[in-house]
T-cell receptor, first 117, second 115 residues
């Protein structure tokens, strides 16, 4: 079956502009995650969705970052008034979402490389 | 908070040789899962292997095995019979079951397989 897909694969924007990044999870996965990967910070957790609700938003770095998920499927990560420090690869992952299972493996998409000029 | 440590410098490995990648972790939670991911130059994170904290046996998945030493809080990945396609960054990650589902990642190990 299809894996996690993300779009766009690359995004170049000017400082101060808003951007939207999209993630389409694996069919049947109820949990969806956003991470950010940058040279200086490594892989950082941003936000987690179970269905359409976000029980854990604690990783969002500022109020310029927001995310939503509709229909228990596609998610959009929005960054307002982008700054150069937002430049990174944004990775989306999904899983079945069984909190207490012995394994609830997260499968990642190819990522969106964001460059803020 | 969970912490994952991967401190090895970049490694060069001869094709067909085995390589061990070190990972140590720190958590006060008794229930957790440990994961290894591979990230080739293309950028995609590929799941390799999983070990649960209560698993009695070390996990194995094809050429990948995990040397899990719970008392020492280490979960080293062993890749046997290295192939050129194994050249990549390898990340160790941990998830604590109770509370949230986020993965905490180490900084990664760079592996280059040479013919």
């Amino acid at each position: 079956g299809a894996g996690v897909s993300q779009s766009p694969s690359n995004k170049v924007t000017e400082k101060g502009k808003d951007v939207e990044l999209r993630c389409d999870p694996i069919s049947g996965h109820t949990a969806l995650y956003w991470y950010r990967q940058s040279l200086g910070q490594g892989l950082e957790f941003l936000i987690y969705f179970q269905g359409n609700s976000a029980p854990d938003k604690s990783g969002l770095p500022s109020d310029r970052f927001s995310a939503e998920r509709t229909g228990g499927s596609v998610s959009t990560l929005t960054i307002q008034r982008t700054q150069q420090e937002d430049s990174a690869v944004y990775l989306c992952a999904s899983s079945f979402g069984r909190d207490f299972s012995s394994t609830d493996t997260q499968y990642f998409g190819p990522g969106t490389r964001l460059t803020v000029l | 908070a969970q912490k994952i440590t991967q401190t090895q410098p970049g490694m060069f490995v001869q094709e067909k040789e085995a390589v061990t990648l070190d990972c140590t972790y720190d958590t006060s939670d008794p229930s957790y899962g440990l994961f290894w991911y591979k990230q080739p130059s293309s950028g995609e994170m590929i799941f390799l292997i999983y070990q649960g904290s209560y698993d009695q046996q070390n996990a194995t998945e094809g050429r990948y095995s995990l040397n899990f030493q719970k008392a020492r809080k280490s979960a080293n990945l062993v890749i046997s019979a290295s192939q050129l396609g194994d050249s990549a960054m390898y990340f160790c990650a941990m998830r604590v079951y109770y509370g949230n589902n986020r993965l905490a990642f180490g900084k990664g190990n760079q592996v280059v397989v040479i013919p």
